[in-house]
């Protein structure tokens, strides 16, 4: 396996960890752990997997932007700069030269 390969199965593993945890997220609300009562149980098991979900979503994040998985979305896309038309650049006229300096001053 190479090294991207390893790392792609990796990623995927990240988002199934964080996909397990919003689930008993949510399942911890359908089983009315948190409902009628709130319980130690119920505040643990959601504390549990927010803080799965975090770690492993942010893991998941860190990795798609490696590979480079967040240019396939056409929000994330970048765009090509637009040239500046000849004689309009911002170094140019923020910074004389020496050269315009003098000129100047004559």
């Known amino acids: 396996m190479t090294p991207k390969h390893e ?5 995927l593993l990240c988002l199934f960890i964080t996909l397990l945890a919003l689930g008993g997220l949510v399942w911890a609300f359908q089983a009315t752990l948190l409902a009628p009562q709130v319980t130690m149980d119920g505040l643990l098991l959601v504390l549990i997997c927010l803080t799965m979900a975090a770690i492993f979503g942010a ?3 860190t990795i798609a932007k490696q590979l480079g998985g ?3 979305l056409p929000v994330w ?6 040239p ?3 004689g309009t650049t911002r170094a140019a006229t923020a910074n004389p030269g020496p050269q ?7």
């Open 84 to 86: 500046e038309p000849m």
């Open 59 to 61: 893991m998941f994040y």
């Open 100 to 106: 315009e300096q003098s000129k100047d001053a004559s």
């Open 77 to 82: 896309r970048r765009t090509k700069a637009q």
């Open 70 to 72: 967040w240019a396939m």
């Open 7 to 11: 790392q792609l199965v990796l990623a």
